[in-house]
C-alpha cells in the first residue's frame, strides 16, 4: 500500500474499515528489555496504546507523501479469515513502567525517508 500511495498507482483494497495496530520496532525492542529487566513472567500483550483504521493509515501516508492516492477503496471483498480489530490490552507491560516513545506518524515519517 505504501509503494502504491507513494507512486500514485491504483491499488484495490478492501473498505479499510480494519482497525490494527501498529508498533515501532524500538518501542518492541523496550518493551521486552522492560520485561525482561522485571523479571516478569506470564503472558503479556506488546502493543502500541492505540489502534487505527486502516483507512486512516492510508490517509495518513498519502499526506505524509503530499500526494492524493488513488486506492480503489472497497473494490476487493475483505478475505474470509479477516482480522477486523486488533486492540490489545496492554495495561500489564504499562504497569511495568514501560510507555510507548513513537507515535504512527513519527515512524511512518521514518520509514518514508
Known sequence: MITAIKTEKDLETSELTQIWNFLHVDDCAQAIFSLLNNNSSGIYNVASESSVK??????????????????QIGALPFRKDETFVMKPNIEKLINLGWKEEYSLQEGLMELLR
Open 54 to 71: 486502516l483507512r486512516d493509515v492510508a490517509d495518513l501516508i498519502a499526506r505524509l507523501c503530499g500526494v492524493e492516492h488513488k486506492l
